[in-house]
T-cell receptor, first 113, second 113 residues
Framework: AQSVAQPEDQVNVAEGNPLTVKCTYS??????LFWYVQYPNRGLQFLLK??????LVKGSYGFEAEFNKSQTSFHLKKPSALVSDSALYFC???????????FGTGTRLLVSP | DTAVSQTPKYLVTQMGNDKSIKCEQN?????MYWYKQDSKKFLKIMFS???????INETVPNRFSPKSPDKAHLNLHINSLELGDSAVYFC????????????FGEGSWLTVV
């Protein structure tokens, strides 16, 4: 069965600094990897995904993620954090076919002015 | 141009009542889901329908019954509500041109008192 680990409950970063939110996964076969963001009292918004191809994936709001097959990781990054990036970030993985999308436990990102 | 819409957004009800949450998507997707987010923000899939057929049914009490009258709708009916059912329920959909990406509604906040 597939699983996702987000080892940090919270990441703190100063505005303008680069940020990284970590994610590792386990899945049989080729992974489909996703990042979502959740603002308070809102639904999940899709940020980016890796299905195949280039290991560096670019997404919404200047976020990107790097797929590393040997380390089974898919860390979310942004070169320069904004206060408005403060939110809850979820990594998710699924296998091929009608497999369910499994979410990590979420990482709260706090960007200070 | 709402993509995945669910109603009601907030629902407060007493233990033992029966309630329904409705979901509609106008994305032309053929797969729909219900996810539950608990108080610790953990997200877990409950059900998935593809073209009105149930394809994923996680270990959910049979008090929860999904119904998909057509591809664009997936409703969730809950009988005999319990305190532990208090959570945020997210409807989602995927398919069509979005491929593997799952798009979420804004959530329905259910509080059982």
């Amino acid at each position: 069965a597939q699983s996702v680990a987000q080892p940090e409950d919270q990441v703190n970063v100063a505005e303008g600094n680069p940020l990284t939110v970590k994610c590792t996964y386990s899945v049989s076969g080729n992974p489909y990897l996703f990042w979502y963001v959740q603002y308070p009292n809102r639904g999940l918004q899709f940020l980016l995904k890796y299905i195949t191809g280039d290991n560096l994936v670019k997404g919404s709001y200047g976020f990107e993620a790097e797929f590393n097959k040997s380390q089974t990781s898919f860390h979310l990054k942004k070169p320069s954090a904004l206060v408005s990036d403060s939110a809850l970030y979820f990594c998710a993985v699924r296998g091929t076919g009608f497999q369910k999308l499994v979410f990590g436990t979420g990482t709260r990102l706090l960007v200070s002015p | 141009d709402t993509a995945v819409s669910q109603t009601p957004k907030y629902l407060v009800t007493q233990m033992g009542n029966d309630k329904s949450i409705k979901c509609e998507q106008n994305l032309g997707h053929d797969t729909m889901y219900w996810y539950k987010q608990d108080s610790k923000k953990f997200l877990k899939i409950m059900f998935s329908y593809n073209n009105k057929e149930l394809i994923i049914n996680e270990t959910v009490p049979n008090r929860f019954s999904p119904k998909s009258p057509d591809k664009a709708h997936l409703n969730l009916h809950i009988n005999s509500l319990e305190l532990g059912d208090s959570a945020v329920y997210f409807c989602a959909s995927s398919g069509g041109t979005s491929g593997n990406t799952i798009y979420f509604g804004e959530g329905s906040w259910l509080t059982v008192v």
